[in-house]
């Protein structure tokens, strides 16, 4: 579960962060399509919990989204917590992002700041 932190910092109480987060765990596990992609995720969570059912114009789009959506990030960090802890959760691209994440970071680290153009 994210800290109370987490919670506090998204204006939104544990007890709600919590449900989210085992809404997003329910996804995670019977709709494989939510595992690499945040955009399926979002959407099936808006349309199951949260009554996104039908196509709207913008406008309908927009007043929906403020008022009843739940917030992207918010079920996006649950999708990452829950992955890093669950095998069962993470999809096929799961260890493709991590490998790549850590060559970036390799990369990153052999950067020499002395060879770089500078900007300003």
């Known amino acids: 579960m994210l800290s109370e932190h987490e919670a506090t910092e998204n204006s939104i109480t544990v007890a709600e962060l919590k449900k989210i987060e085992d809404n997003v765990a329910y996804l995670l596990r019977n709709y494989p399509s939510t595992r690499d992609s945040d955009r399926e995720l979002f959407l099936k969570y808006w349309q199951i919990y949260n009554g996104m059912d039908s196509i709207w114009g913008m406008s309908e789009f927009r ?38 994440a850590a ?12 060879k770089q153009p500078k900007l300003f």
Request: net charge positive.
């Open 63 to 100: 007043d929906w989204f403020v008022k009843d959506a739940e917030n992207p990030e918010t079920i996006s960090r649950c999708r990452r917590k829950l992955q890093k802890a669950n095998e069962d959760m993470r999809g096929s691209e799961y260890y493709l992002r991590h490998y790549e």
């Open 103 to 114: 060559k970036m970071r390799r990369e990153i680290v052999h950067v020499d700041m002395n």
